[in-house]
């Protein structure tokens, strides 16, 4: 099947940019301050366009989770699980990422970010238990 990698755009080539330098930024409004994510032009807030990267700990918690079927990354085999996590500097927010572990996951339990080099010059940021060590392999 053929995949489907991220394709970033104007907005969200710089945090694609950040992710391959293992770090994890949201936008913080020049203004009224309002941490956002996804990345986008303006502040949903009080409609600023100004805004700066600003870097904050991948932690968080998950919300949610699925068992996906689509080959959306190069060279990751299906089925494979996403979670939806809630991290701890932009609760407001929610982030998707493939899941790091040989258990599926619990809502609520804590996470953390694990970037991982797929190939073709993409990396992404999976996450992990908080409490377990080293990741293992996935559990699809
Ligand atoms: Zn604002």
Redesign the pocket.
């Given at each position: 099947m053929t995949a489907y990698p991220p394709q970033p755009d104007r907005d969200s080539a710089p945090w694609w940019e950040r992710v391959a330098r293992r770090e994890f930024a949201v936008q913080e409004?020049d203004?009224?301050g309002?941490l956002r994510f996804p990345a986008r032009a303006f502040?949903a807030?009080?409609r600023?366009e100004g805004w700066h990267w600003r870097e904050v700990e991948p932690v968080g918690t998950v919300e949610s989770w699925i068992v996906s079927r689509q080959p959306f990354v190069p060279g990751r085999r299906e089925p494979y699980l996403v979670v939806m996590v809630r991290p701890v500097a932009v609760p407001g927010c929610l982030v998707y990422g493939n899941w790091r572990a040989a258990r599926h996951p619990v809502g609520g339990e804590r996470v953390v970010g694990v970037f991982t080099e797929v190939g073709e010059g993409l990396t992404l940021l999976d996450w992990a238990p908080a409490d377990a060590g080293t990741p293992r392999s996935a559990p699809y």
């Open positions: 409004c203004a009224c309002t502040c807030a009080c600023t």
